[in-house]
Nanobody
Framework: QVQLVESGGGLVQSGDSLRLSCAAS????????MGWFRQAPGKAREFVAA????????NYADPVKERFTISRDNAKNTVYLQMNSLKPEDTAVYYC?????????????????WGQGTQVTVSS
């Protein structure tokens, strides 16, 4: 199975940018569709973005479209989430996830492996 470790979170101001990384070990991520989810205090975990194995397909939640970009480097076994124009409502723990499913999904139940999360806090 694959192990996932997120990094790159932190405290930033509204309008700033951050790049999250998700480093995989154990298996190559080329076997998986990859996704990012987030969970704010008192709220359910929500889909942020996903990318297919071959990078030909990406999918974004409406609140982050045009601001966030998901990418992957299969050679480095790493997935990224570039977050621009951050807003206070983006504050959450961000999780990286891997899915063995054929299609790219938005539902967290369709993902099989998860990282421990990295905190992103955006101050106004």
């Amino acid at each position: 199975q694959v192990q996932l470790v997120e990094s790159g979170g932190g405290l930033v101001q509204s309008g700033d940018s951050l790049r999250l990384s998700c480093a995989a070990s154990g298996r190559t991520i080329s076997n998986y569709n990859m996704g990012w989810f987030r969970q704010a205090p008192g709220k359910a975990r929500e889909f942020v973005a996903a990318i297919s194995r071959s990078e030909t397909s990406t999918n974004y939640a409406d609140p982050v479209k045009e601001r966030f970009t998901i990418s992957r480097d299969n050679a480095k076994n790493t997935v990224y989430l570039q977050m621009n124009s951050l807003k206070p409502e983006d504050t959450a723990v961000y999780y990286c996830a891997a899915s063995v499913r054929y299609y790219v999904y938005r539902l967290y139940s369709e993902y099989d492996y998860w990282g421990q999360g990295t905190q992103v806090t955006v101050s106004s």
